[in-house]
């Protein structure tokens, strides 16, 4: 199970971005094309708020997915675009606006505890994403992060530690390396990685 959610997860993400990648025409190689965000302003030019959000996922969230923050309150704002219901009290969700088909999030008692990602960008603080290898991860991170292994001894994961908060970077189903990049609490993150979900 442990592996099952976040492969689910990753073609979700795909499927959800299938859509505008073909009306915006063929990507080149390697570039994650229709991610207008991932532009960069003309020089001298100011940047947009959207380009600058959809680059940066930390342990505090992604843009206005704050963790923490009401499903509630997202919802009546306009942030969220489907729900999902999960086990043990979790509900998840899909964001709209810049973060469509980038983040996914989960919510436990109507309250924001994990937004995940199975694409690049968004990176993290220190420059870590999706498709790195766990080498690399140590490389960025140094001290700060540790190779953990979940309970069952299956899955490997890379941990990185910012208080009571967490950013984790899980492997891939197919390939080597980092396939999903997900932040919250390490009660939820961690825990669900470590002993799996409740269901």
Not at 20 to 35: E, K
């Amino acid at each position: 199970m442990n592996r099952l959610w976040p492969t689910v997860l990753t073609g979700l993400l795909a499927l959800t971005t299938v859509a505008p990648l073909t009306a915006a025409g063929p990507a080149s190689a390697g570039a994650p094309a229709a991610r207008a965000t991932d532009v960069r302003p003309p020089a001298g030019g100011p940047a947009s708020s959207a380009a600058t959000e959809v680059r940066v996922l930390s342990v505090h969230g992604a843009g206005p997915y704050r963790i923490g923050a009401r499903l509630d309150r997202l919802s009546a704002a306009g942030l969220i675009d489907w729900t999902a219901p999960g086990c043990a009290g979790v509900r998840h969700a899909g964001a709209t606006g810049a973060w469509a088909g980038v983040i996914l999030l989960a919510f436990r008692n109507g309250r924001l505890v994990s937004v995940g990602t199975a694409t690049v960008p968004p990176r993290s603080p220190a420059g870590a994403s999706v498709g790195m290898s766990f080498s690399e991860l140590e490389r960025r991170y140094g001290r700060r992060g540790a190779l953990i292994r979940n309970d069952a001894g299956d899955a490997e994961a890379y941990l990185v530690r910012f208080g009571s908060r967490v950013e984790l970077f899980t492997g891939h189903p197919i390939r080597p390396g980092v396939g999903y990049f997900e932040v919250g609490p390490a009660s939820f993150v961690e825990r669900n990685f470590r002993q799996g979900g409740s269901c």
